[in-house]
T-cell receptor
Framework: AQTVTQSQPEMSVQEAETVTLSCTYDTSESDYYLFWYKQPPSRQMILVIRQEAYKQQNATENRFSVNFQKAAKSFSLKISDSQLGDAAMYFCAYRSARPPGSARQLTFGSGTQLTVLP | SQTIHQWPATLVQPVGSPLSLECTVEGTSNPNLYWYRQAAGRGLQLLFYSVGIGQISSEVPQNLSASRPQDRQFILSSKKLLLSDSGFYLC???????????FGNGTRLTVT
């Protein structure tokens, strides 16, 4: 079974600075997807960024980028120019590329609570 | 565009009472549907998923059950709530292929 580990329960960053959130995963599969979700105080889960394992290029979405190291099974999220609205719980998630029976459900890490300091 | 509705947003129920949480999706057909639970300060745990009407898969043994009476409707139920059922419940849907998971706004359940 796949597991996702986020070893930083809490992180803080100064506004306008850069912060990196860590995520590692364990899998025997070669084809899969990785995601970062954001959960602000409203508790809604918002997709931040996704990465296909077959792609060598790191995904980027505006101020958010990932460092995907497939051999090391590492998938970190970098937030540049941090803003107060970035404060949230961030979850790393894994999804197999295999079809159902698993219905391709996500396996989540335990989350990292990010605080942005003004 | 697709939207997902989940209600109620907040629920306080006594131990032993029944539960019914509802989730509906609009703007898509034959979605995969999911129920997740998030205990306080912890990650998300998959409870149930469904790939079609009447098809329910359970990931963990528990006091809860799920049903999918219509293509875009997913219901989470319990006959008798336990204190340990308290938590934040999230419904989610996914389209075909490589599409990502989209979540509802969640239900905060407190069992007293």
């Amino acid at each position: 079974a796949q597991t996702v580990t986020q070893s930083q329960p809490e992180m803080s960053v100064q506004e306008a600075e850069t912060v990196t959130l860590s995520c590692t995963y364990d899998t025997s599969e070669s084809d899969y997807y990785l995601f970062w979700y954001k959960q602000p105080p409203s508790r809604q889960m918002i997709l931040v960024i996704r990465q296909e394992a077959y792609k060598q290029q790191n995904a980027t979405e505006n101020r958010f980028s990932v460092n995907f190291q497939k051999a090391a099974k590492s998938f970190s999220l970098k937030i540049s120019d941090s803003q107060l609205g970035d404060a949230a719980m961030y979850f790393c998630a894994y999804r197999s590329a295999r079809p159902p029976g698993s219905a391709r459900q996500l396996t989540f890490g335990s989350g990292t609570q990010l605080t942005v300091l003004p | 565009s697709q939207t997902i509705h989940q209600w109620p947003a907040t629920l306080v129920q006594p131990v032993g009472s029944p539960l019914s949480l509802e989730c509906t999706v609009e703007g898509t057909s034959n979605p995969n549907l999911y129920w997740y639970r998030q205990a306080a300060g912890r990650g998300l745990q998959l409870l149930f998923y469904s790939v079609g009407i009447g098809q329910i898969s359970s990931e963990v043994p528990q006091n809860l059950s799920a049903s999918r009476p219509q293509d875009r409707q997913f219901i989470l139920s319990s006959k008798k709530l336990l204190l340990s059922d308290s938590g934040f419940y999230l419904c989610a849907w996914k389209g075909t292929g490589d599409s990502p998971l989209h979540f509802g706004n969640g239900t905060r359940l407190t069992v007293t």
